[in-house]
T-cell receptor, first 117, second 111 residues
Framework: DTGVSQNPRHKITKRGQNVTFRCDPISEHNRLYWYRQTLGQGPEFLTYFQNEAQLEKSRLLSDRFSAERPKGSFSTLEIQRTEQGDSAMYLC???????????????FGDGTRLSIL | EDKVVQSPLSLVVHEGDTVTLNCSYEVTNFRSLLWYKQEKKAPTFLFMLTSSGIEKKSGRLSSILDKKELSSILNITATQTGDSAIYLCAVGNTNAGKSTFGDGTTLTVKP
């Protein structure tokens, strides 16, 4: 299966610790997105990359959050000094770049569930 | 800021019923509207709509976009228990690669 892969599946950590998540997109996709999802809400956009360039970052995103995609393939999302409010499912998605016709469908990974104790 | 509102928030029906899910949006420079189905984990793509009035259909599911009303509907006929899921609507604009998602409609289909 060559879908989007995320690791770890579940992360439990104490408040104040740093955590890092990894996403491996579908290999031919040049776009990679990070979202956060809490219970009862839709995915909330965090940031996205085209190849290795980070093209947009949500205004709501604290400076404790940083994402990289150094070689335009896999990406990491790091949260520093975690807080209770960071508990959520972190979803990664990948796609081809949009065309003149419309946005390309995003293919999602199964997510990393972060629990802050 | 782009905004997507879905209704109803949740819906409980019995197998064989037909359901209509609604999505309305406010977005600058609209490009497309996408529907996704989310079961326990990752959302999976259903439809992408870019033109008003053209129905997209896949089996028992169909969807249509109304750009004048800034809305879309997703219809599911002859529902089955396997249709139980959260249905997410997302919109993309021409100035950004990201999609803005609604909070979804949770559909429960009882046997």
């Amino acid at each position: 299966d060559t879908g989007v892969s995320q690791n770890p599946r579940h992360k439990i950590t104490k408040r104040g610790q740093n955590v890092t998540f990894r996403c491996d997109p579908i290999s031919e996709h040049n776009r990679l997105y990070w979202y956060r999802q809490t219970l009862g809400q839709g995915p909330e956009f965090l940031t996205y990359f085209q190849n290795e360039a980070q093209l947009e970052k949500s205004r709501l995103l604290s400076d404790r959050f940083s994402a990289e995609r150094p070689k335009g393939s896999f990406s990491t999302l790091e949260i520093q000094r975690t807080e209770q409010g960071d508990s959520a499912m972190y979803l990664c998605a990948s796609s081809l770049a949009e065309t003149l016709i419309g946005n390309q469908p995003q293919h999602f990974g199964d997510g990393t569930r972060l629990s802050i104790l | 800021e782009d905004k997507v509102v879905q209704s109803p928030l949740s819906l409980v029906v019995h197998e064989g019923d037909t359901v209509t899910l609604n999505c309305s949006y406010e977005v600058t420079n609209f490009r497309s509207l996408l529907w996704y189905k989310q079961e326990k984990k990752a959302p999976t793509f259903l439809f992408m709509l870019t033109s008003s009035g053209i129905e997209k259909k896949s089996g028992r599911l169909s969807s249509i976009l109304d750009k004048k009303e800034l809305s879309s509907i997703l219809n599911i006929t002859a529902t089955q228990t396997g249709d139980s899921a959260i249905y997410l609507c997302a919109v993309g604009n021409t100035n950004a690669g990201k999609s803005t998602f609604g909070d979804g409609t949770t559909l429960t289909v009882k046997p």
